[in-house]
């Protein structure tokens, strides 16, 4: 797997981190930088494969960034910025920006703003999110999971768990842990939540629980088995 390469540029380092959590969870390396110069040196060392910029950066903004980052490279550059005024939008994509996303964001949308926008700029391959075992497939570009012969469309935070689960096989996470990683930081249900998702995906993995199971570890939470001698 390639692992592609994300500068991210904003002064509010809470966004940046966000951004961050996101973007690792898939694969992806992630470079953080707070203003507009730092940006340009950032990506002249590191040569990213594209830049989420916003514009209103100290020292210069993200018009100038754009533009200067233009002239060296074709990297594809997505605009990230509480203006959503039309003007702005025209003026991000003339002076060579990709897409552009309004804040605040769903992070999610902003990850499907970058794959999409690397799929248009690259021939290179994106980083999967398909995990591949014997008798079980778990593809989260078309949602489904197939257990042996059997194709499930599960609901988005049942497909989202099991594939963080099984991505981190034999790890144990707590509840907490979950919910920070399928539900996020503002997430204000309760944490039994995730009992109640780990029993409908054991249902659906009943005919595999020979080779594969959630483990309940006590007192601590879950973790996804694969008995190997099966």
Known sequence: MIERKILVVDDDTDICELIKLYLKKEGYKVLSVYDGLSAIEAFKEEMPDLVVLDIMLPKMDGWDVCRELKKISN???????????????????????DDYVVKPFEPRELLARIEAVL??????????????????LIDMDLY??????????????????????????????????LIENIWGFDFEGDSRTIDVHIKRLREKLEGVKDKYRIKTVWGVGYKFEVNKDV
């Open 119 to 136: 799929r248009r700029t690259s021939q290179q391959t994106l980083p999967t999110r398909q995990i591949v075992l014997p008798n079980l």
């Open 75 to 97: 990297v594809p550059i997505i605009m990230l910025t509480a203006k959503g005024d039309t003007f702005d939008k025209v003026l991000g994509l003339k002076i060579g920006a």
């Open 144 to 177: 489904i999971v197939k257990i042996e012969d059997k194709t499930f469309e599960l609901p988005p935070k049942e497909m989202e768990l099991l594939y963080f689960l099984v991505k981190n096989q034999n790890r144990v996470f707590t509840r907490e842990q």
